[in-house]
């Protein structure tokens, strides 16, 4: 196959990220992208290295380009009017996370996608972190033995600024839990053998954007009313339970993300430093611990792939992510990330806000029917 031809809808911060990994990603062209936002597409361009074409309508991207594939960046409240005029067309689709702010949304394009002929890929790069790989190898490896519990804490920085201040309304994200946290409940997924059934949250916004007031075409002097600290349980079927620690005023902590897999046979654990602990040489950890009479414990460093064309944010797991959505495309193969993947993890954050809404367990089937 030659080239494949990429454009991209919706190019703020995540959308030039994927830009610059296509550029670097062999066999592949950013052709084109669209966006109403003037200085976004002049960002695009720059990140294209000055080749990309730029229109403000999707639609006229569309008819005038010979696409391959095409990314989906937009904020999440408009992925499924988005999508919509896309179904159907011959064209490869990578889909950022969240896959929509709302269930019944995302039930919608889970339903579309069944029946679109090409690709449908979910953007959640998580996956694709080195450490978590290695973590995640080395729990399929058995290390642990049979999981029961699994922890995730990310304690970071507050949420990043995006166009127009979009991101500071749970109307426009879905609520933190959602937009930030289905990576996280994605995890879960992929490293639990069982199915979700079950979540108790509690959460609250109690640092973060609390004196602030934006008057944008995203809201009317209004306050931020995200969250920004949660626990998160999540009971499966087979009886394992996972947690999410959640703490995003937190930025003065070594690592960024931690994840600990404990089971019948031991404990696995990864550690993963914030981008200044990074600038400052240090690497992720990788932790595993056997029980027995001796309590065995190994440690060492987990190093990011030397085959990453692009780090970028997280490690190069987006440069990894779009190597394997190249590859599925070349050889006519499903998604690793499928939609599915994608729905679960917003039904799952979707139960944690209604969890600490009501004040109560939630079961994912009140809101699946």
């Not at 594939?69 to 409240?77: D, F, G, L, Q």
């Not at 990043?160 to 997924?189: A, I, P």
């Not at 992929?190 to 609250?204: F, Y």
Request: net charge negative.
């Amino acid at each position: 196959m030659s080239d494949l031809r990429y454009g991209f809808i919706g190019v703020g911060m995540m959308g030039c990220e994927h830009i610059r990994n296509v550029v670097a990603l062999p066999g592949a062209v950013a052709v084109a992208a669209a966006d109403p936002h003037g200085p976004s597409l002049d960002a695009a361009v720059a990140a294209s290295g000055g080749t990309l074409v730029t229109y403000e309508d999707p639609e006229a991207m569309l008819a005038a380009e010979q696409l391959d594939a095409v990314v989906v960046s937009t904020p999440n409240m408009t992925h499924r009017a988005v999508l919509d005029p896309l179904w159907g067309r011959p064209l490869h689709l990578m889909i950022e996370k969240p896959l929509c702010t709302t269930v019944e949304d995302a039930l919608a394009v889970r339903d579309a996608a069944a029946a679109h002929p090409g690709v449908v890929w979910m953007g959640l790069e998580y996956r694709y972190m080195p450490p978590v790989q290695r973590f995640v190898a080395e729990v399929r490896s058995g290390a642990a033995g049979r999981v029961v519990m699994l922890a995730i804490r990310e304690h970071r920085y507050p949420f990043l600024v995006k166009v127009g201040d979009w991101n500071r309304f749970t109307r426009n994200t879905g609520g933190t839990l959602v937009e930030k946290c289905c990576h996280f409940f994605d995890l879960m997924n992929l490293v639990l053998p069982g199915r979700p059934v079950r979540v108790l949250a509690s959460g609250a916004q109690d640092v973060n954007h609390l004196d602030e007031r934006y008057d944008t075409a995203f809201a009317a002097g209004e306050t931020p009313d995200i969250l920004d600290n949660a626990f998160v349980v999540v009971d499966y079927d087979d009886g394992a339970r996972a947690l999410l620690d959640l703490c995003m005023f937190a930025e003065g902590s070594r690592w960024e993300q931690e994840l600990v897999a404990t089971g019948d046979a031991g404990k696995v654990e990864v550690h993963i430093p914030n981008f200044m602990e990074l600038a400052r040489g240090r690497t992720a950890e990788l932790v595993v611990g056997g029980r027995g009479p001796d309590w065995p414990v190994s440690e060492g460093p987990v190093a990011d792939d030397d085959g990453i064309g692009y780090v970028g944010h997280h490690h190069g797991a987006s440069y990894l992510e779009h190597v394997d959505f190249a590859a599925a495309v070349r050889a006519g193969q499903p998604p690793a990330v499928t939609v599915d993947d994608g729905l679960l993890s917003v039904v799952m954050g979707a139960a944690a806000h209604r969890s600490i809404d009501e004040g109560r367990a939630v079961d994912l089937a009140e809101l699946l029917g």
